[in-house]
């Protein structure tokens, strides 16, 4: 929680300066490469942890991973500042509240969907549509997760709501069922 509060006036800030020089989802997709790339290096997470290494060496170093990186001028100026203050085992949190931000300004709602195998094109629009007027009327950006351990059908959780379509979720309800038809909460469950 402590983190997330942190991160919001890091978000607020660069998504104010990405929205006025119409970088908004450039610096967006950049941002979330840059907190991957960090959060997945050992060794980087590590020296950006380590408190006796200077703030000017941090940026630094922070610089040269953006430089790599084929970062924009301004995600790369970002992370040099947050390196520099110590807070890039922030940077998750940075990431998500600027995608609220990016979200909200959008008029989008971001939702992922868990499926046995990938959706296809047809199946990601039509989705979409449906769950439009479910979630305000908003735009929906589909993150997709392919569960191989799924049975069948999908899972959509999108803040709050939770619409399961799978067959896990139809064959419990099918258990549910005729466990109330047995003599309700007393009866053993069949299956």
Excluded: N
């Amino acid at each position: 929680m402590r983190r997330r509060r942190a991160a919001a006036p890091y978000a607020k800030a660069l998504f104010a300066v990405a929205k006025a020089r119409d970088q908004m989802e450039l610096v967006g997709r950049e941002l979330d490469a840059a907190t991957a790339t960090v959060g997945s290096v050992a060794e980087l997470r590590d020296f950006f942890a380590r408190p006796w290494i200077q703030a000017a060496t941090k940026r630094a170093a922070a610089l040269d991973v953006a430089e790599g990186s084929g970062l924009s001028k301004l995600t790369g100026d970002f992370l040099g500042l947050v390196a520099a203050r110590g807070r890039t085992d922030h940077l998750e949190a940075i990431a998500e509240q600027y995608r609220k931000f990016e979200d909200d300004d959008l008029h989008r709602a971001r939702a992922r969907v868990r499926s046995a195998i990938p959706l296809t094109g047809e199946a990601r629009r039509a989705l979409s549509a449906k769950l439009g007027p479910l979630l305000g009327g908003r735009q929906v950006a589909l993150e997709e997760i392919v569960d191989p351990t799924m049975l069948g059908g999908f899972v959509v959780e999108s803040g709050g709501l939770v619409l399961d379509a799978s067959l896990e979720g139809q064959l419990e309800q099918i258990r549910h069922r005729l466990g109330q038809g047995e003599g309700g909460a007393g009866g053993e469950t069949p299956c």
